[in-house]
C-alpha cells in the first residue's frame, strides 16, 4: 500500500485566509475564525489517520497583537474552547501537544490551560502538534543566540566547537523530526517568520484555497507535490 505522507514526517502549516473566508461569505470576520478552528480540529485527525509524526501549526504570532483588540479577544476566546474541547480527543488518539513560542505572555487562565494540557499529553507518542503561540522565528533565533552565549560563557560549549546541531537544539522545535514540509494557504507567497531555521531545506507548497477550506483532498495535495519532487539538499 502506498505512504500517504510521502515520507513526510513533519509537515507545518502557516493557516491564512479566515478574515478573507468570512468577507467573501459577507461573515462576521469571528465566524471565519471559528470556522479556521473546526479546519485545524479535521487537519489534524486527517494528519493522524495518515501516520504523519509532527504537525506545526501557526497560530497566533508574535506580531498579531497589532490586531484589533476585540479580535484578539475573540481568538483567545476559540484557543480556550478549543484547549477545553479537544484535550480527551488528543489522549485517546496519542497526541502530543507541544507548544512553540512565548506562550507564557497569555492570558494566566490560558497558560494554566496550555501547561495542564501539555503534561496530560506527555506520554502520547502516535503524533506531535505544535502549537506556534506568540512566535515569531526571529525571536525564536535570538533565543536560541542567548542561549548559546551563556553556554559557550560558562564551559558548556567551546566556541570554536559550535556546530549547526547546537543551534538546533536550542530551538523550540528541538526535540521534533526535521521540517520537510511547509504549506501556506490563501494564496500568500512569504513565510511571515515562522520556522525560518527549519525551513532552510523544506519543501514550500502554497496554495490559492483559504484556510477554513483547507481538507483532506487540499492536505493529500500537498503531500503528493512533495511526493514528486527530488530533495537534494543542496547536493546536486
Known sequence: MADPTYGARHIAIIMDGNGRWAKRKHLPRALGHKKGVEAVRNIVRTAGRMGIEA????????????????????LMGLLRQYIQSDIEEFVENGVRLKVIGNYKALDTDIVEMIDE?????????KMTLAVALNYGAQDELLRATHYIAA??????????KLSIEHISNALDTADMPPLDLLIRTSGELRLSNFLLWQAAYAELYFTDTLWPDFDQGELEKALKSFGSRERRFGGR
Open 151 to 160: 553556554a559557550t560563557q560558562s564551559g558548556e560549549i567551546e566556541l570554536d
Open 117 to 125: 494540557a501539555i503534561e496530560k499529553t506527555a506520554g502520547n507518542t
Open 55 to 74: 504537525m506545526t501549526l501557526y497560530a497566533f504570532s508574535s506580531e498579531n497583537w497589532n490586531r484589533p483588540e476585540d479580535e484578539i479577544s475573540d
